[in-house]
T-cell receptor, first 116, second 109 residues
């Protein structure tokens, strides 16, 4: 499978604990995105990387959230001191922009977080 | 980023054609129009993308009028498995994509 891979697919954690999600993008894609989606809503942009550089962060990304892409390949999204409001599906996506068409973003299957 | 407006929901019967129209009055010259499909508990799946006129692939057709202020996704002969949320987005070759609430399409027998 050469698509975007996310791990774990589901995570249940107690409030106050830290969680980390991993994303492996499509291998030739240099751009990687994180989105968050709650029930009944469309995905909300969180942040994105161009290679290893984090180029933009949404205001949704509080200081409890940190994302890294250390070698420009896989990425991790860590949430510290989780709160019940963090319960959502976290989506990773990747793209190879600037290829002469629109920026087509390919999504993984998401990582579900439930904070109890 | 150009804002898009699309219907909240649409109902259809199996075998019918479903057309979802999206308004994007402030689309920029460099923007493309992209549609995604999303099933519950899955990530959005790319369906089709276009800049102007008509684009067709094995899944859908995308109609874009000359002024590009709207676009219509056409799903031919839908089946129950086409029940999903469909998102219309606009953006250029480099920017991130912003999702709205999408259109919930429900196909019944």
């Amino acid at each position: 499978d050469t698509g975007v891979s996310q791990d774990p697919r589901h995570k249940i954690t107690k409030r106050g604990q830290n969680v980390t999600f991993r994303c492996d993008p499509i291998s030739e894609h240099n751009r990687l995105y994180w989105y968050r989606q709650t029930l009944g809503q469309g995905p909300e942009f969180l942040t994105y990387f161009q290679n290893e550089a984090q180029l933009e962060k949404s205001r949704l990304l509080s200081n409890r959230f940190s994302a890294e892409r250390p070698k420009g390949s896989f990425s991790t999204l860590e949430i510290q001191r989780t709160e019940q409001g963090d319960s959502a599906m976290y989506l990773c996506a990747s793209s190879q922009p600037g290829t002469g068409a629109g920026n087509t973003i390919y999504f993984g299957e998401g990582s579900w977080l439930t904070v109890v | 980023l150009a804002k898009t407006t699309q219907p909240v929901s649409m109902d259809s019967y199996e075998g019918q054609e479903v057309n979802i129209t999206c308004s994007h009055n402030n689309i920029a010259t460099n923007d493309y129009i992209t549609w995604y499909q999303q099933f519950p508990s899955q990530g959005p799946r790319f369906i089709i993308q276009g800049y102007k006129t008509k684009v067709t692939n094995e899944v859908a057709s995308l109609f874009i009028p000359a002024d590009r202020k709207s676009s219509t996704l056409s799903l031919p002969r839908v089946s129950l498995s086409d029940t999903a949320v469909y998102y219309c987005l606009v953006g250029d070759s480099w920017g991130k994509l912003q999702f709205g609430a999408g259109t919930q399409v429900v196909v019944t027998p």
